[in-house]
């Protein structure tokens, strides 16, 4: 009994592999093709770059593994249906609906599995990753020097070389402007020189031959030093220049770095500002309504009206900038409210991809007898491109504040429906569903494909 199943499994493995991985793939290259200004040019270790790429591959897995699913089970139910196998499991009594059973559990523990990803491993990638794109834009590009071109890579030095010995390393004609100290000025000229970095790469040494310097005091015009050398040694700080790792309490986490406990607690405390903000509003309107309209004294009516009026006015400049705060706070809790539910649906939503993709496949794939690579590729990015614009759509009208943050599972209700009417129209072989009470009446109505 366990033969088909297993056999159907184990044909999802490869397609199932390679459509994650080409999709995760093409996220790579556009991840590389939009940060190589920063990455390339600052002398930076393969595994600096290692680390990065891998912290940045765990927002490509929640993105390509539903992918992959749809991918793999258009080849899979595609080929089947393409090599008659469908047509002979369904004379054997197999319907759609059962020969998707197997795949339908395996989808669900893929939304478990990914779920748990989403919450517990994504944050914390995102965080040290983007902490380590903020170092390394902090990382000067590596120190160089170009023949007649003035070089101010150095804090507080200006370098100029006339011509370059790249054979010997050397530069040749050297001049360098000082301007460390406000109170003087040094010019140093030698024959030669060379660069190079401190065994701990915090320091820049610079070495001169045959040269001199000259020193100027801004304090005393007077004064003037001329030194002649031989072999002469400036040590330059090198900041900048080497990756300076941060600690990762240093940055606050933003709402796509944090578990989906973080952003309950930031949102109860959003709901609970809004409420203390409407509550003073209430508070306040209903003091102001009964100071207008409370009780008048029983002499002097004329008078005590006057004087009510006179002080109404001068409280309503008052009561309008407190209330304006108010409405503003409530408009602000409202807002961040929004931002980590709609984050938090995220999290559940796209998880829950992977099984409504199931949905869409098998009976798509059976269809469409879409068995080879160019058709369910094809497939696969149209549905794909759909959902993500459903997506998009949903995330983008839940923070304008013109769906609920429940936008987010739209994606997921419009293919999910369109996933179910596919296979109840593969296993009926119509979209119109045959009663039990008329199944039981007349069983031979049932179309020869049903499942036993």
């Not at 765990?58 to 089947?80: D, I, R």
């Not at 020097?145 to 370098?159: K, N, V, W």
């Not at 406990?261 to 003073?280: G, L």
């Not at 705060?325 to 939503?349: F, H, T, W």
Request: with cysteine; aromatic share 10%.
């Amino acid at each position: 009994m366990l033969i088909v199943p297993r056999y159907i499994l184990r044909a999802h493995i490869a397609p199932f592999l390679f459509g994650t991985s080409v999709v995760m793939f093409l996220f790579l290259m556009q991840f590389i093709l939009k940060y190589i200004d920063e990455l390339i040019g600052k002398g930076l270790g393969t595994w600096v770059i290692l680390q990065l790429i891998a912290l940045n591959l765990s927002w490509m897995v929640v993105l390509a593994v539903p992918m992959g699913v749809l991918f793999s089970t258009l080849m899979v139910f595609g080929s089947l249906s393409a090599s008659h196998e469908i047509t002979v499991l369904k004379a054997s009594g197999a319907g759609l609906v059962r020969l998707m059973l197997p795949v339908i559990a395996v989808g669900i523990i893929a939304t478990g599995c990914m779920f748990w990803f989403n919450d517990a491993i994504l944050p914390d990638t995102n965080h040290k990753a983007k902490i380590m794109l903020w170092d390394i834009k902090k990382k000067k590009p590596t120190f160089d020097i170009e023949a007649g071109q003035f070089s101010t890579q150095l804090e507080g030095y200006t370098i100029l070389s006339r011509s370059l010995d790249s054979a010997r390393g050397l530069l040749l004609g050297v001049t360098i402007y000082d301007r460390t100290a406000p109170e003087r000025t040094n010019v140093v000229s030698a024959d030669t020189g060379s660069i190079l970095f401190s065994r701990d790469d915090r320091n820049v040494v610079v070495l001169l031959r045959h040269g001199e310097i000259h020193q100027l005091f801004t304090n005393q015009a007077s004064v003037f030093r001329h030194i002649r050398f031989d072999a002469h040694r400036i040590i330059i700080p090198a900041s900048g220049f080497t990756l300076q790792q941060s600690t990762e309490g240093v940055f606050a986490r933003g709402d796509r770095e944090m578990h989906i406990s973080d952003m309950q607690v930031v949102v109860d405390e959003a709901r609970r500002q809004q409420e203390i903000a409407r509550k003073s509003l209430d508070t306040m309107l209903t003091q102001h309504v009964e100071f207008l309209f409370g009780d008048a004294p029983s002499s002097s009516m004329v008078e005590w009206g006057v004087q009510r009026e006179d002080a109404a006015l001068g409280r309503l400049d008052v009561l309008r900038s407190h209330s304006e705060s108010l409405v503003q706070q409530m408009a602000d809790g409202d807002r961040q409210e929004r931002q980590y539910l709609v984050e938090i649906y995220k999290k559940y939503a796209l998880p829950f991809a992977c099984l409504v993709f199931v949905f869409v496949g098998c009976p798509l794939g059976i269809m469409t007898r879409g068995g080879n690579f160019g058709i369910s590729a094809a497939i696969s990015l149209g549905f794909y491109v759909v959902y993500w614009a459903f997506l998009i759509g949903g995330e983008k009208l839940a923070d304008r504040q013109i769906a609920s943050p429940l936008a987010m599972w739209l994606a997921n209700a419009v293919i999910g429906v369109v996933g179910v009417l596919l296979t109840l129209r593969v296993h009926y072989g119509t979209l119109r569903i045959p009663s039990f009470k008329a199944s039981l009446k007349s069983p031979r109505a049932l179309p020869a494909d049903h499942s036993m």
